[in-house]
């Protein structure tokens, strides 16, 4: 039984919840501010509403979590599950911090 982080499965899930929320602030900042991401996070942050934005963009991992969950196939969910919590641990220090 090797380390976990080893798993191509385990990478390829991690690799998936990294992607799924920078899509999802991607495709608001092309909704909201016709795709000025940088531009975009500096408005949020001056309204103080960033990591509402930030969290709700890495709800989007609940998705492929629960469908990976329900087929059984565990490595490639922990993955999603390791960056979800590392993304959340990230925004609440932002918010606290900065």
Same mark, same amino acid.
């Given at each position: +039984?090797? $380390? *976990? /982080?080893?798993?191509?499965?385990?990478?390829?899930? !991690?690799?998936?919840?990294? /992607?799924? &929320?920078?899509?999802?602030?991607?495709?608001?900042?092309?909704? #909201? +501010?016709?795709?000025? +991401?940088?531009?975009?996070?500096?408005?949020?942050? !001056? *309204?103080? %509403?960033?990591?509402?934005?930030?969290?709700?963009? =890495?709800?989007?991992?609940? /998705? &492929?979590?629960?469908?990976? *969950?329900?087929?059984?196939?565990?490595? &490639? !969910?922990?993955?999603?599950? *390791? #960056?979800? =919590?590392?993304? !959340?641990?990230? %925004? +609440? /220090?932002?918010? $606290?911090?900065?």
């Amino acid at each position: +039984m090797g $380390f *976990m /982080i080893n798993d191509s499965l385990f990478i390829k899930g !991690a690799l998936l919840g990294l /992607i799924l &929320p920078t899509l999802a602030f991607l495709v608001y900042s092309i909704i #909201v +501010m016709e795709g000025e +991401m940088l531009t975009l996070y500096y408005q949020l942050k !001056a *309204m103080d %509403v960033h990591t509402h934005v930030l969290s709700l963009c =890495i709800f989007i991992n609940l /998705i &492929p979590f629960l469908i990976l *969950m329900r087929s059984d196939r565990e490595k &490639p !969910a922990k993955g999603i599950l *390791m #960056v979800t =919590i590392l993304l !959340a641990l990230f %925004v +609440m /220090i932002n918010k $606290f911090l900065f």
